[in-house]
């Protein structure tokens, strides 16, 4: 089961981390990848390291031609 969503997550991120973006909608811990994909998907997470301490908004649905942000590929709702 995906736990994709038509809106972009929040998450907090810390400067020079290393975050990896769930790519496949498999993760329990959306937008953030979980490994879930290694038996559910051939989709790899999408790996960026945080250019500034503060919270950034991460595309929800998976669709996005940007990642890890949300391009509004699905018609996300923004908030």
């Known amino acids: ?3 994709k969503t ?3 997550l929040p998450i907090k991120v ?3 981390l290393k975050y990896s ?3 496949c909608g498999f993760s329990q811990a959306m937008p953030l990848c979980d490994n879930s994909h290694r ?3 051939h989709k790899k997470s999408f790996k960026f390291i945080a250019e500034e301490t503060g919270t950034i908004h991460l595309c929800g ?3 996005t031609q940007s990642p ?3 391009d ?3 018609n996300c709702r923004r908030s």
């Open 68 to 70: 890890p942000y949300c």
């Open 72 to 74: 509004n590929s699905n």
């Open 1 to 3: 089961m995906t736990i």
């Open 14 to 16: 810390e400067t020079g």
């Open 21 to 23: 973006w769930c790519s």
């Open 6 to 8: 038509n809106a972009p």
């Open 61 to 63: 649905c998976s669709e």
């Open 39 to 41: 038996e559910l998907s």
